[in-house]
């Protein structure tokens, strides 16, 4: 019995109807339908993979194992016996049994090869989708004491989002006033221009920076006291300030 050509049994797969002979022929052939339905799983399985936007590149070691494993089921001995021998095991006459059509080593191959493909890129999909948001450092800075607060320090680190917001971390080691409270700074190079952040409330915080201030400018982190008055503007009572240096 012949059996459908490599390069249609792709384009079936991909959505080619089959002709008549085709059809009758996978009815009744086994071997030939499920080869088929192996190749448009694995088919179904890379389209799956699409949908995830852009895929990370697994590391090379990931396309060798691949190939190892190919070319190992590709060199496997396999056991054959002769006709001669099949009719001395079975003590029936030595008739030649009819030969076992050879199998499609190209194909094979093939198939083995886009199969592993399609299921790492959708192991590598679904990780993109579950893995933690990446955080990229852009600068940090040590922040020392001024001399109204001996003892105290801090430090402050400013990142970026995943989704590209900008946020600044501080910590504060230093006594707790008991009136009052701390707002983080951030100042020009020059003092000629500020921007609150916010109030800390606590030993840490973390605070988005404004639309439209450019941390390549505002370079100082500053930590102050702050008193119960209502007025915006800076105390003048700083505890810690550093210099950003960036990554």
């Given at each position: 019995?012949?059996?459908?050509?490599?390069?249609?049994?792709?384009?079936?797969?991909?959505?080619?109807?089959?002709?008549?002979?085709?059809?009758?022929?996978?009815?009744?052939?086994?071997?030939?339908?499920?080869?088929?339905?192996?190749?448009?799983?694995?088919?179904?399985?890379?389209?799956?993979?699409?949908?995830?936007?852009?895929?990370?590149?697994?590391?090379?070691?990931?396309w060798g194992n691949?190939?190892?494993?190919?070319?190992?089921?590709?060199?496997?001995?396999?056991?054959?016996?002769?006709?001669?021998?099949?009719?001395?095991?079975?003590?029936?006459?030595?008739?030649?049994?009819?030969?076992?059509?050879?199998?499609?080593?190209?194909?094979?191959?093939?198939?083995?090869?886009?199969?592993?493909?399609?299921?790492?890129?959708?192991?590598?999909?679904?990780?993109?989708?579950?893995?933690?948001a990446q955080v990229?450092?852009?600068?940090?800075?040590?922040?020392?004491?001024?001399?109204?607060?001996?003892?105290?320090?801090?430090?402050?680190?400013?990142?970026?989002?995943?989704?590209?917001?900008?946020?600044?971390?501080?910590?504060?080691?230093?006594?707790?006033?008991?009136?009052?409270?701390?707002?983080?700074?951030?100042?020009?190079?020059?003092?000629?221009?500020?921007?609150?952040?916010?109030?800390?409330?606590?030993?840490?915080?973390e605070f988005d920076?404004?639309?439209?201030?450019?941390?390549?400018?505002?370079?100082?982190?500053?930590?102050?006291?702050?008193?119960?008055?209502?007025?915006?503007?800076?105390?003048?009572?700083?505890?810690?300030?550093?210099?950003?240096?960036?990554?």
């Amino acid at each position: 019995m012949s059996h459908l050509d490599p390069d249609r049994f792709a384009a079936v797969a991909f959505g080619e109807a089959p002709s008549a002979d085709e059809q009758v022929h996978l009815a009744a052939c086994d071997e030939c339908a499920l080869e088929l339905a192996e190749l448009e799983h694995t088919i179904t399985i890379g389209r799956s993979t699409m949908s995830l936007g852009e895929l990370e590149s697994p590391p090379d070691r990931v396309w060798g194992n691949i190939l190892d494993e190919v070319r190992r089921s590709e060199s496997a001995p396999v056991a054959t016996m002769t006709a001669r021998e099949a009719g001395d095991e079975a003590g029936s006459p030595r008739n030649p049994a009819p030969a076992a059509r050879p199998r499609r080593r190209g194909y094979r191959l093939l198939f083995a090869l886009a199969a592993s493909t399609a299921f790492v890129l959708a192991v590598v999909g679904v990780w993109s989708l579950v893995r933690p948001a990446q955080v990229v450092e852009l600068a940090s800075a040590t922040l020392n004491a001024f001399p109204e607060h001996p003892g105290a320090a801090g430090s402050a680190v400013v990142v970026e989002s995943a989704d590209g917001d900008t946020r600044v971390r501080v910590e504060l080691d230093a006594s707790v006033p008991d009136a009052g409270y701390r707002e983080v700074w951030l100042i020009t190079a020059d003092a000629s221009a500020l921007v609150s952040l916010g109030v800390l409330d606590g030993r840490e915080g973390e605070f988005d920076v404004p639309a439209g201030i450019d941390i390549d400018e505002y370079v100082l982190v500053d930590i102050s006291q702050e008193e119960d008055d209502e007025d915006p503007g800076h105390s003048g009572d700083s505890i810690v300030r550093g210099e950003l240096e960036f990554a």
